[in-house]
């Protein structure tokens, strides 16, 4: 089951991940560690996926992260050679893995 933006466990910073498709190089790590939150497209991109199991197309299109899922999204981003998956606050919209995460 995953979680909406507006639901979380106490004491946790809700979380965000999207992928820049500009700089997927289409290995499928990320389906293979998290099939819930990534999925292939038929162009052969990554692509996150809604909690209905919709695949978001629109560039910069964010889902949020379910807690049992945060340690395959982040090992996610830290597997992937394209360095596309950036995962976010939602609160603050700062980005805690991936390329740009301080």
């Known amino acids: 089951m995953r979680h909406d933006a507006e639901t979380g466990s106490e004491g946790h910073d809700l979380l965000e991940v999207w992928i820049d498709q500009d700089l997927c190089t289409g290995d499928g790590i990320c389906a293979q560690y998290a099939p819930e939150v990534f999925e292939l497209d038929i162009d052969g991109l990554a692509y ?55």
């Open 48 to 102: 996150v996926k809604s909690g209905d199991d919709e695949l978001l197309q629109a560039p910069g299109a964010t889902t949020p992260v379910p807690l049992p899922l945060l340690r395959d999204v982040v090992d996610s981003a830290k597997e992937c050679p394209g360095d596309c998956i950036h995962v976010r606050r939602v609160s603050d919209s700062v980005e805690v893995y991936g390329p740009d995460a301080e």
